[in-house]
C-alpha cells in the first residue's frame, strides 16, 4: 500500500500535467477543455502515445489523491455515489427529451420549458446538477450552452440509449443481485440473475427481451454503440493475431466467426488479410440482416450460417474458430458447453480465439484499470449470472474442457479494452 504524502502526491501530479502540457504543445495540440474536450490523440486509441500515457497516469494519481482525502465512511455510503454520478440528473435530461432537443447554440431554461411543455423549474433543476459534472454549463443566469459532454448526450444516440440502459436495466438489476444470489446461492443459471429478480420473469435476459421490443431496441442500440468504442474495435484482433501473411493470398485461412452477429469483425478480418475466408454464425434473424448488409465485394470470401452455439458445431476443419464478446454472457458451466460443442469439429493445431476481457490479477495493473474490468464483472453477474475472468480462471476453464486445449498466448493489445486468448487444440 502506497505510504506517500501529500505534498509528494502532489508533487508529482504537478510534474505530469506539465509533462502533459508540453507533449501536447510540442504536437501543436491543444489542451483538454470542458468546452471541446479531448484532442484526439488522448482518446483510448492512443494511450500508448506519450501524452495517452501521460493523461492515463495523471487519471490515476489525481482518483488516489482524491480517495486520500475522502472521509472512509463515505466511500460505503450512497452519497458518494451521488455525488460521483451524474446519471441522477442525465437520466431525466434523456428521458424527457431534453438531450436531443438542446440546440447546438444553447437555449434558455424558458425556451425549453415551452418547447417541450416542461416546468421550466425541473428543467432548471436538471441541468443545474448537469452543470457540476460538467454536462452543460450556465453561461448566464438561467441560459445553459453545450459541453464536449453534453453535445455528446444531443449528437449520439447510442450515447443516449446507453444512458437509458444503464439507469433503465443495469441499476435497477444490481440492486437486485443480492436478492438472487441469496435465493440462488451457487447457481450457474442465466435466470438466477438480479435482472431475473427486478424483472420477476424466469427467462434469461436475452430470451425476456425478445418479447419486450421496445426496451429490445433500446439494449440492441445501446450495445451497438458500446461495441464501437474505439477499446472494442475489431483491428486490435485484425493486427495482433497471425492470420498469415497478408501478400500471400493463397495459403487460405478458413475463420469460423462463432456469435458473429452482422460479420463487422470477419470485415475487418478479411479486409486485413487476403488469406482470410470467414463463415460468421449466430441466430437465423441475425444471419439474415447480416448477408443483407454484407458489401458486394466480401461475398465471395465471408458467408453466414445459422447456428445455435451450444449445438456440435457444423464447420469441420476450419483454422481458426473465434469466440469474441461471447463467453462473458455465460457461467462456466455454460461455457463449457459452448467450447465442449466446438471439439468435435477441431483438426489437430486448430487455433479457438477468445477475444473477451482479462480481468488484472493482484496488482498486475493500477487499481483504476482493475477496478473496470471488475465493475463489468458485476454487471455480467447482475444481468445474467455470468462473469469476466482473469487468465488463470480462462486457463481452468480450458483444462476443465478438455485437457487436449493448450493455452498458447494470452495478450492484450495496447488502446483494447479486450484480451487475445488464444488455445491450440492438440487432438
Not at 466511500?75 to 446519471?87: D, F, H, I, K, V
Not at 429478480?197 to 451497438?224: C, E, H, S, V, Y
Not at 455480467?380 to 488463470?392: D, G, P, V
Amino acid at each position: 500500500m502506497d505510504q506517500s504524502n501529500l505534498k509528494k502526491r502532489a508533487e508529482e501530479i504537478l510534474a505530469t500535467a506539465y509533462s502533459l502540457s508540453d507533449a501536447l504543445a510540442n504536437l501543436g495540440l491543444p489542451e483538454p477543455s470542458f468546452e471541446h474536450g479531448l484532442p484526439a490523440i488522448l482518446d483510448t486509441d492512443s494511450v500508448q502515445s506519450e501524452a495517452g500515457n501521460g493523461r492515463q497516469r495523471l487519471l490515476q494519481m489525481l482518483d488516489e489523491f482524491r480517495s486520500l482525502l475522502t472521509e472512509p465512511t463515505l466511500m460505503l455510503t450512497p452519497e458518494l455515489a451521488s455525488l460521483r454520478n451524474p446519471l441522477i440528473s442525465v437520466h431525466s435530461i434523456v428521458r424527457l427529451g431534453i438531450a436531443e432537443s438542446f440546440p447546438p447554440e444553447g437555449a434558455s431554461v424558458q425556451d425549453l420549458a415551452k418547447k417541450l411543455n416542461i416546468n421550466h423549474s425541473l428543467i432548471r433543476r436538471l441541468l443545474a446538477h448537469g452543470a457540476t459534472h460538467h454536462i452543460y454549463y450556465e453561461a448566464s443566469p438561467d441560459v445553459f450552452v453545450h459541453t464536449a459532454a453534453s453535445r455528446v448526450l444531443a449528437e449520439n444516440e447510442g450515447m443516449r440509449k446507453w444512458i437509458l440502459i444503464g439507469a433503465e436495466e443495469l441499476i435497477p438489476a444490481t440492486l437486485k443481485t443480492a436478492e438472487a444470489l441469496v435465493e440462488f446461492p451457487n447457481s450457474e443459471e442465466p435466470e438466477h440473475s438480479g435482472w431475473n429478480a427486478q424483472n420477476g420473469t424466469n427467462l434469461p435476459i436475452f430470451r425476456a427481451l425478445a418479447a419486450m421490443p421496445d426496451r429490445a431496441k433500446t439494449f440492441a442500440g445501446a450495445m451497438q454503440w458500446h461495441a464501437m468504442l474505439p477499446g472494442f474495435a475489431p483491428k486490435y484482433l485484425a493486427s495482433c493475431f497471425p492470420w498469415g501473411s497478408p501478400e500471400n493470398s493463397d495459403a487460405g485461412l478458413t475463420v469460423v466467426d462463432v456469435g458473429g452477429g452482422l460479420g463487422h469483425v470477419s470485415r475487418v478480418l478479411a479486409n486485413h488479410n487476403l488469406a482470410v475466408s470467414c463463415i460468421v454464425q449466430d441466430s437465423p434473424d441475425v444471419v439474415l440482416q447480416g448477408r443483407d448488409d454484407l458489401p458486394q465485394a466480401l461475398h465471395e470470401r465471408i458467408t453466414f450460417q445459422a447456428h445455435d452455439f451450444f449445438l456440435e458445431q457444423p464447420v469441420k476443419g476450419a483454422d481458426v474458430y473465434i469466440l469474441r464478446l461471447v463467453l462473458h454472457d455465460w457461467s462456466d458451466k455454460y461455457c463449457h458447453k459452448i467450447i465442449t460443442a466446438l471439439i468435435p469439429a477441431l483438426k489437430p493445431g486448430a487455433k479457438v480465439v477468445i477475444n473477451d476481457r482479462v480481468v488484472p490479477g493482484r496488482h498486475e495493473a493500477h487499481y483504476l484499470v482493475e477496478r473496470e474490468a471488475r465493475d463489468y464483472d458485476m454487471y455480467m453477474l447482475a444481468f445474467q449470472n455470468a462473469k469476466e475472468r482473469t487468465a488463470n480462471d480462462w486457463v481452468a476453464l480450458l483444462k476443465a474442457v478438455d485437457a487436449r486445449f493448450e493455452l498458447t498466448k494470452v495478450f492484450q493489445p495496447p488502446g483494447s479494452y479486450l484480451a487475445i486468448v488464444e488455445a491450440t487444440w492438440q487432438g
